[in-house]
C-alpha cells in the first residue's frame, strides 16, 4: 500500500516515513502543500497523512484541492491544533479522519486500518488462499500453521496480491502500489521478490500460488496441481 507523508517537520516526517516503511508501507514523503498536490497529481496513492500547516498551501487547502480534482483516496489530517473549530474546518475540506500532536505511532497504524477499512467494501483482516493465512492486521503469514518469515517489502508486495485473489494484476499496478516513486519502472526489482515470495510460500516442485501470465501480470491463487498425461 503507498502513502503520501505531507509533513513540513523534517525531523517528524523522517520518523513516520521509516516507521510506516517497517510496517510495509511504501512511502513518498513532501515537506509542502504545493509539492503534496503535484505528487498527487503524478502518482495513484491508497491514502494521504497530511499535515495541517504546512508553508506554501496549508492542508485543508490541499485537501480541497485533492478533492476538487476528483481524488478520492482518504486523507489523514495531522495537526497540533486541536480546537473543535480547526477539526471541523478539515474534515470539511475533505479530510476522513483526524489526528492531534503529538499522538502515538500505534494510534496512527490504527487510524490508517480503520481508513483502508472504509474504502469500497470491508476488506477481510484475514486472507487465506490455500494453505496461506494471511493476517493483514498482525502483518503475519503462515503456511499450514506455521510463520512464513517475510520481509516488509515481500510481505506487502503477498499482501497487495491477496487483496486481489484471483485476479490479474498489472505489474504497473503491483509497483505503482507496492513501491515509492524512488522505484526504477524498468529495472527487475519486482520479478525478484516474486522469486523471493515463491520461494518461501510455496512447496519445491509442486506448482506456485502466484501464476505468471507472461506480459499482463501475476495472480495470486490456490495452486492449480498438475495433471499426469493421460494418454496411453
Do not use: C
Not at 4 to 16: F, K, R, S, T, Y
Not at 39 to 54: G, I, K, R, S, T
Not at 137 to 153: F, H, I, M, N
Not at 184 to 193: A, H, R
Amino acid at each position: 500500500m503507498r502513502l503520501l507523508v505531507v509533513e513540513d517537520d523534517a525531523q517528524l516526517g523522517a520518523m513516520l516515513a521509516r516507521g510506516l516503511r517497517e510496517h510495509a508501507y511504501a512511502v513518498d514523503l513532501v515537506a509542502d502543500g504545493d509539492d503534496a498536490v503535484l505528487h498527487a497529481a503524478l502518482h495513484e496513492y491508497d491514502l494521504v497523512v497530511l499535515d495541517y500547516m504546512l508553508p506554501r498551501r496549508d492542508g485543508a487547502a490541499v485537501a480541497r484541492t485533492l478533492r476538487a480534482r476528483g481524488l478520492e483516496m482518504p486523507i489523514l489530517m495531522l495537526t497540533a491544533r486541536d480546537a473543535i473549530a480547526d477539526r471541523v474546518a478539515g474534515l470539511d475540506a475533505g479530510a476522513d479522519d483526524y489526528l492531534v500532536k503529538p499522538f502515538a505511532f500505534d494510534e496512527l497504524l490504527a487510524r490508517l486500518r480503520a481508513l483502508t477499512r472504509r474504502v469500497g467494501v470491508l476488506l477481510p483482516s484475514i486472507i487465506e488462499v490455500g494453505d496461506l493465512r494471511i493476517d493483514t492486521r498482525a502483518q503475519r503469514v503462515e503456511k499450514r500453521g506455521a510463520l512464513v518469515s517475510l520481509t516488509a517489502k515481500e510481505y506487502a508486495l503477498l499482501e497487495f496480491l491477496a487483496r486481489r485473489r484471483g485476479a490479474l494484476v498489472s505489474r504497473a499496478d503491483i509497483t505503482a502500489h507496492v513501491w515509492d516513486e524512488n522505484h526504477d519502472p524498468v529495472s527487475n526489482t519486482l520479478e525478484v521478490y516474486i522469486n523471493r515470495v515463491r520461494k518461501k510460500i510455496d512447496d519445491a516442485d509442486a506448482p506456485s500460488h502466484i501464476q505468471t501470465r507472461r506480459g499482463a501480470g501475476y495472480m495470486l491463487d490456490v495452486p492449480v496441481p498438475v495433471l499426469p498425461d493421460s494418454k496411453p
